[in-house]
């Protein structure tokens, strides 16, 4: 069976690397010098900040493991990163609307890297506390850095399609080339060179130091709201009402929490889908495959971004669709294929069906983000952007704590299939963004038609 992990690891490499190599001129935008400078020094941190991030990942499980805790202590650990994110993450994330968006990803680079040197304690305590602190980190990954492409994008008057550019390239590189890499440095430091489980989590903190030196040198200060007036109450009030008041942002942040809520539960649950009897799998590699996969969506992403039609509205509702069929496919395997009897051994041929199912979901997962980042730039007002970005992610955290709290209680057929309808949901509410969008870009045009009409007209002589 290992052949297979192979093949398909080759697959995806050969299909990524010919989409990479064909694309035309229809499927790149002819872009300044001036853009292009700006979208590489974004690029550039960006994959600073995910490497600090996916450096982590492989290890967190394994350091709690090693310092003697069971898995009912490392749970309550997850919580409580999640929990935080929810709460304080909420908190902290929207005052970069207030603040400055500069300031608060100088903020998370503090606070990871305080994170990261929590890990040298085998002290509950204390990796509690960096837990909290990874929680409130992860709040200003996926809002502050955002918000300050969108709004230095716009200020320096570059084309509006040109940020569908950036955020494809990085999630590109961003979530797939410096995952995978980051994955096999991991594994070196921690096994080939034998520093132990804590080295990931200190090449992490250089990592995000070396990025928080080009933010304080390269980057400009900008704000939301920067007025003394509004406190932070306000600006949860002016964001709920944002929320409230235009169904596009509201219908927006229901797709983002049902997605989300789905990928991050796939998180836990592929290891046991794919070795139910304990079979010998390599985790290292499978993760390095769904990574690729994920290059595969955002390589996708990028040529469908790149035209005119079909709108990003329009192909998403597709890929929620189809994702919801990956995420189905270990409930279908359930009834179809006998499960295998055999404790250990390779990989079972429901578990190869299962793989391939899980790469799909993953190519969908590399086009979402760029699409979704796209989406909000369009929707989302500018002077409360991380506000309303990071209310989002209280539904998103609140279905993660409740899922970790409760994996053991339901089947795990029951949790894919949940992720499922969650998906088919957030597909049906992708269509409804649609029918709203075109209905506004509809009145707006009839509006814009009507002042060139009232501006055309001549005036009346009257003698």
């Not at 002819?30 to 853009?35: I, M, N």
């Not at 919580?79 to 929810?86: D, H, L």
């Not at 550019?165 to 080939?192: E, H, Q, R």
Request: proline share 4%; glycine share 8%.
């Amino acid at each position: 069976m290992e052949a297979f992990y192979w093949l398909v690891f080759g697959w995806l490499a050969v299909v990524v690397a010919a989409m990479e190599l064909s694309k035309t001129n229809r499927d790149r935008a002819s872009t300044s010098s001036a853009f292009n400078s700006f979208k590489n020094n974004y690029i550039l941190v960006y994959s600073l900040m995910m490497a600090g991030d996916w450096l982590q990942g492989p290890y967190v499980y394994y350091l709690y493991s090693q310092y003697g805790y069971g898995k009912g202590d490392i749970g309550r650990l997850f919580i409580a990163g999640f929990g935080s994110s929810m709460l304080f993450g909420t908190i902290v994330g929207s005052l970069a609307d207030k603040q400055g968006r500069k300031r608060a990803s100088v903020t998370y680079c503090i606070t990871y890297i305080l994170s990261c040197m929590t890990k040298h304690s085998p002290q509950f305590k204390v990796l509690m506390l960096g837990r909290v602190l990874g929680g409130i980190a992860t709040s200003l990954l996926f809002s502050a850095f955002e918000s300050w492409l969108v709004a230095e994008h716009n200020k320096r008057g570059f084309e509006p399609q040109w940020l569908s550019i950036t955020f494809s390239k990085a999630i590109f590189l961003g979530n797939g080339l410096v995952a995978i890499i980051s994955g096999l440095f991991a594994n070196l430091l921690t096994d080939n060179l034998g520093f132990g489980p804590v080295a990931p989590f200190d090449a992490a903190a250089c990592f995000l130091a070396i990025g928080m030196a080009i933010i304080l040198s390269t980057w400009t200060e900008n704000y939301g709201d920067p007025s003394d007036t509004k406190g932070l109450l306000t600006q949860f009030q002016v964001a709920a009402s944002a929320i409230s008041s235009d169904e596009k942002i509201a219908l927006l942040g229901a797709i983002q929490s049902l997605f989300e809520g789905s990928m991050y539960t796939f998180v836990f649950l592929w290891t046991p889908a794919l070795s139910p009897n304990d079979e010998d799998i390599p985790h290292g590699f499978i993760f390095a495959t769904f990574m690729l996969s994920s290059m595969l969506g955002s390589s996708i992403a990028s040529r469908l971004m790149a035209r005119p039609t079909p709108r990003v509205e329009s192909y998403m509702q597709l890929v929620f669709a189809v994702a919801a069929v990956t995420l189905l496919l270990p409930v279908i395997t359930s009834f179809l294929v006998a499960p295998s009897t055999v404790k250990g051994g390779s990989i079972s041929f429901g578990g190869c069906i299962q793989l391939v199912g899980f790469c799909t979901f993953e190519a969908c997962v590399g086009i979402f983000w760029p699409s979704i980042m796209k989406m909000r730039s369009q929707y989302i007002p500018e002077e409360s952007r991380s506000t309303i970005m990071n209310f989002f992610r209280i539904p998103l955290n609140l279905f993660v704590c409740v899922v970790l709290y409760n994996v053991s209680a339901f089947p795990m057929t029951v949790m894919f299939g949940m992720c499922s309808c969650f998906l088919f949901l957030a597909s049906l509410l992708q269509r409804r963004l649609m029918m709203v969008s075109e209905i506004h870009r509809s009145k707006s045009q009839d509006w814009t038609d009507m002042k060139e009409r009232d501006t055309e007209a001549e005036p009346l002589n009257i003698g």
